[in-house]
């Protein structure tokens, strides 16, 4: 068989493993996880875990989002170590790991959720928390059952186009449409403290938000965002939300098509991916328990425009919940691409 090949160098800090150095790797040759981080067999204790759920079965239109978390992997190799705008070390201030992918039944729905949900309470049993890469946005629903198992009702900051509060499609109850209506069914959301960001295009009828206002969610619609900004926005997430469990859904097509193109159910009238990351940069301070990225669909994705959002968008949740950096123990500036 050969000398098996020596392992890849990788910062270090303390007992926490890091990203491959890439002052001594290319980022074209290093290992296909997110960021190039290490796999669980590498580290000790996990403070965040990385999974990925590549299954699109629920979705209503454009599919190929079950090619999305290696897409978003892929795309994820210029992330670098320091985030200067969070003050932040999102790979040095915590143990991060990429454990793989869950597997889900490709034909069969009910399923796949449920065996994503177990394979989510067994992520949840080795790390505090989860970030999930997507897959649709059906998986929503499997994570939060996860989350719930461990603490209780949890608050749902969700980023999306789209409600995602429908109640069935083709009599099927779960899609990529429905996942916060099951949830909100099921018992497993805080329905004092669920929002959406982002909202816009057109609707089945009126009454489709005052269904969604009955389950407990409160809209800041792309107009709004318009009149009160970036910092009003975040001003009223955080009065929403304040020290709740939250779990943090981005389906990335709450991204204007300009700034997304590659995703299953396209809205003109979006965010610009500045606007996403500075809200998402923003969750700091509030309790987040755990996040998905959902709706990456690589087909549609020229120059990997969607999939590079995409990894900014993990790379700002992943820096919001590290440490804010000590320079007494963070390793100083290294030169290099």
Same mark, same amino acid.
């Given at each position: 068989m050969g000398t098996p090949l020596p392992p890849q160098p990788r910062a270090r800090l303390d007992d926490v493993v890091g990203q491959v150095d890439f002052t001594q790797v290319p980022r074209f040759a290093g290992p296909t996880t997110f960021a190039s981080l290490p796999r669980p067999y590498e580290t !000790?204790? #996990?403070?965040?875990?990385?999974?990925?759920?590549? /299954?699109? &079965?629920?979705?209503?239109? =454009?599919?190929?989002? =079950?090619?999305? +978390?290696?897409?978003?992997?892929?795309?994820?190799?210029? #992330?670098?170590?320091?985030?200067?705008?969070?003050? &932040?070390?999102? /790979?040095l201030g915590q143990q991060v790991a990429d454990l793989g992918d869950i597997t889900a039944h490709p034909? @069969?729905?009910?399923?796949?959720? %449920?065996?994503?949900?177990?394979?989510?309470?067994?992520?949840?049993?080795? &790390?505090?928390?989860?970030?999930?890469? !997507?897959? @649709?946005? %059906?998986?929503?629903? +499997?994570? #939060? =059952?996860?989350?719930?198992a461990r603490h209780g009702p949890v608050s749902v900051l969700h980023f999306d186009a789209h409600l995602d509060t429908w109640d069935t499609y083709f009599n099927s109850p779960?899609?990529?449409?429905?996942? /916060?209506? =099951?949830? &909100? *069914? *099921?018992?497993?959301?805080? +329905?004092?403290?669920?929002m959406h960001v982002g909202i816009r295009g057109g609707l089945y009828g009126p009454g489709d938000m005052d269904h969604d206002r009955a389950l407990g969610f409160v809209p800041v619609r792309c107009e709004e965002i318009e009149d009160i900004g970036v910092r009003g926005t975040v001003e009223r997430v955080h009065a929403r939300l304040g020290d709740r469990p939250?779990?943090?859904?981005?389906?990335?097509?709450?991204?204007?098509?300009? /700034?997304? +193109?590659? %995703?299953?159910?396209?809205?003109? !009238?979006?965010? %610009?991916s500045r606007e996403l990351l500075m809200m998402l940069r923003a969750t700091r301070g509030l309790n987040v328990v755990g996040a998905d990225i959902v709706e990456v669909s690589p087909a549609y994705d020229h120059a990997e425009i969607t999939g590079v959002a995409a990894a900014h968008v993990g790379y700002e949740l992943l820096s919001a919940w590290a440490p804010r950096s000590d320079p007494a123990r963070m390793p100083g500036s290294t030169r290099g691409a």
């Open positions: !000790g204790d #996990l403070d965040v875990a990385v999974v990925g759920v590549p /299954f699109d &079965a629920g979705v209503s239109y =454009r599919p190929g989002a =079950r090619f999305g +978390p290696q897409h978003i992997r892929l795309a994820s190799r210029l #992330l670098r170590p320091y985030n200067p705008e969070a003050d &932040a070390w999102p /790979f034909y @069969d729905i009910p399923a796949a959720v %449920t065996a994503v949900e177990h394979g989510a309470r067994g992520v949840l049993e080795r &790390a505090g928390k989860i970030l999930v890469l !997507g897959g @649709d946005h %059906t998986i929503a629903l +499997p994570v #939060l =059952r996860a989350l719930h779960y899609l990529h449409g429905t996942p /916060f209506r =099951r949830a &909100a *069914e *099921e018992g497993l959301l805080d +329905p004092e403290g669920c939250v779990y943090v859904s981005v389906d990335i097509d709450v991204l204007d098509p300009a /700034f997304a +193109p590659g %995703t299953g159910t396209p809205e003109s !009238g979006g965010l %610009t």
